[in-house]
Nanobody, 126 residues
Framework: QVQLVESGGGLMQAGGSLRLSCVASSRTFTDYPVGWSRQAPGKEREFVAGINGNGETTRYADSVNGRFTISRDNPKNTAYLQMDSLKPEDTAVYYC???????????????????WGQGTQVTVSP
């Protein structure tokens, strides 16, 4: 089974940038869509961005569209989330996830993914 490990979180001032990485343990990862979701304290997990297996199709939540960019480097079994123009409301634990044996477009809902990483904390100060 694929395992996912996120990294790159940290503390950043508003307006700054961070890049999150998600490394998969298996090359089969490259066949499947990857999604990034986030969960702030006391809130439900929400979809942030998704990308299909070959990287040609992406989807974004309205709240991050134009500020965040999802990408993937399949030879490296890695997906990325570039976060620019960060806002305090972006503060959350960020998770990457994939859905094995699904070969369609990325689902804009955390419930559309089956395997999750452990998460990485992103904190944006005013």
């Amino acid at each position: 089974q694929v395992q996912l490990v996120e990294s790159g979180g940290g503390l950043m001032q508003a307006g700054g940038s961070l890049r999150l990485s998600c490394v998969a343990s298996s090359r089969t990862f490259t066949d499947y869509p990857v999604g990034w979701s986030r969960q702030a304290p006391g809130k439900e997990r929400e979809f942030v961005a998704g990308i299909n297996g070959n990287g040609e199709t992406t989807r974004y939540a309205d709240s991050v569209n134009g500020r965040f960019t999802i990408s993937r480097d399949n030879p490296k079994n890695t997906a990325y989330l570039q976060m620019d123009s960060l806002k305090p409301e972006d503060t959350a634990v960020y998770y990457c996830a994939c859905r094995p044996y699904y070969y369609g477009v990325p689902v804009p809902d955390p419930r559309g993914y089956d395997i999750w990483g452990q998460g990485t904390q992103v904190t944006v100060s005013p």
